[in-house]
């Protein structure tokens, strides 16, 4: 009903541009979508002061004018009968009332479309790399790397669900400092089990897993390292631990059903020499320039507060250094948009890594680059610490096991990325209305039980003039909203509006269970009734189905 509507105000605009002698800018745009206010109609818009703008004429006298050219265009047309009236409110607004048959027409679409509503091709096919976790291979995933998992896996899904053709990708940090340390930190506590005292670095891993580790080496290799040269025992425990920590990590996001199409290891930056040459392309471009023995890039010239060094004048490149060949990399892919949820901790490097793809030849917009803020955990109202590991980080394993899966993806996107987020353990864990998650899929068991209960198949050839008490008219209304919420938080990158709009849903249909039967003794309006929650049911799993949460059938 809404594109059938907007088709019509726009068909409207082009005759009124003739009638007034005037030509609308390209840019011409105005606000169109249900109306806040029942009393005021289904359907609303503010076109008659947006014109106003264009013509030395009031909104009101406008909208009048446009109300009556639409009237002469469903005269023509004779086929606009879904309409029922429409009124001109306030200074300008004008407000269509649908007749109620037409506003429940969504509900047939529904059930034909089943697993496909929603859907859009509101991408247009677009290439979308999304980066997210890129997690160091140098431990168990934290609840940081949790949330980044749960928003980018939400957030991949919803892009597909809107028409964009996603490749989810992990960059896989397996070169530097970082794994070196490890290798280091293995081979200490390896050592250990043969009762030798080594040195720790200063930097070294302290956490009780490299111990877990070292113990099943040395179950698996006895002492045969220490009979290696040092510098190759070391290499070995540096591969040996990074794989481990690789199959852990796997494990992890697997359990919190996130799969990701590609692992980009860094390390072949360098076997490649993918690094030299994008330094060197930079540089023939004049975007490079030495000063003190390091080689430095000018990001100045794209928005940055300071110039940055790319290559120290060790020799050593700077960790900007990979990071501007691996986007160039994921350009020459083929990819046309590039996404990356980041930590906090890389807040400073989002103005120059765009920079640099703005050096490469790529327009700003084509990068987005968002923070995933850190979460606390509560317990009691009390932050809480749920490892028993003595100075460790808390793993998300740890999460998942208290809380479950669902619980864990859910509170770690509701809310947005950018907000610190307070993961309340014993809300997760209720079983109540209070408890979001379970509030939602609650709603879809009780539809499931009351659609078993029926014992008759949901026909899509229903009365739908049947529908007409206000919760009813308010639930088909939201329905309708589903696609245009998936492209809102499609387009924002904020997948925690999709879960905002589902809890709503589920709010307007527990709303319309607890005022009216949907099992009656009146067959019509029964039949009815169970197209009108099984709408319901399907916008919920569909939904839910997007944020990676399951949708249980009973509770």
Known sequence: MEAKIRTLIDKVLKEYEK????QLPANFNYDFGLAKDAQMGDFATNVAFKLARCVKSKPNLIADELVLLIGSEKKQ?????????IEVAGNGFINFFLKKSSLAAILPEVRQKDKHFGESDFGKGRKVLLEFVSANPTGPLTIAHGRQAAVGDSLARILQKTGHKVLREFYLNDAGRQIKLL???LWVR?????GMEVALPDDGYRG??????????AGEKKDGLLKMEELKAVAFCQDYAKNAMMDTIADDLKEIRVVFDNYFSESTLYKKETVS????????????????GALWFRSTDFGDDKDRVVKKSTGEYTYLAPDIAYH????????????????????????????ACQALGHPGEDVEIRIVQLTTLYRKGEPVRMSTRAGEFVTLKELMDEVGVDATRFFFIMRK???PLDFDLDLAKQKSDENPVFYLQYAHARISSILKFADQPVTADARLDLLSTPEEIELIKMIAEFPKALVQASQMLEPYRLADYLRDLATGFHKFYAMHRVVTEDRELTQTRLLLVDGVRITLRNGLECLGISQPESM
């Open 190 to 194: 390896y050592c250990e089990q043969f």
């Open 183 to 185: 290798g280091q930190s």
């Open 19 to 22: 009638r007034a002698n005037i």
């Open 417 to 419: 990325v950018e907000s």
């Open 77 to 85: 047309a004779g086929k606009e009968e879904f309409i029922d009236r």
């Open 328 to 355: 160039r990399n994921k350009f020459e892919r083929g990819y046309q948009w590039l996404i990356n949820l980041w930590g906090p901790d890389h807040h400073g490097y989002i103005v120059r890594l765009k920079a």
């Open 208 to 217: 009780e897993y490299l111990r877990d580790l070292a113990k099943k080496l």
């Open 277 to 292: 040459e994008t330094l060197e392309n930079l540089k023939k471009k004049n975007h490079l320039y030495e000063k003190e």
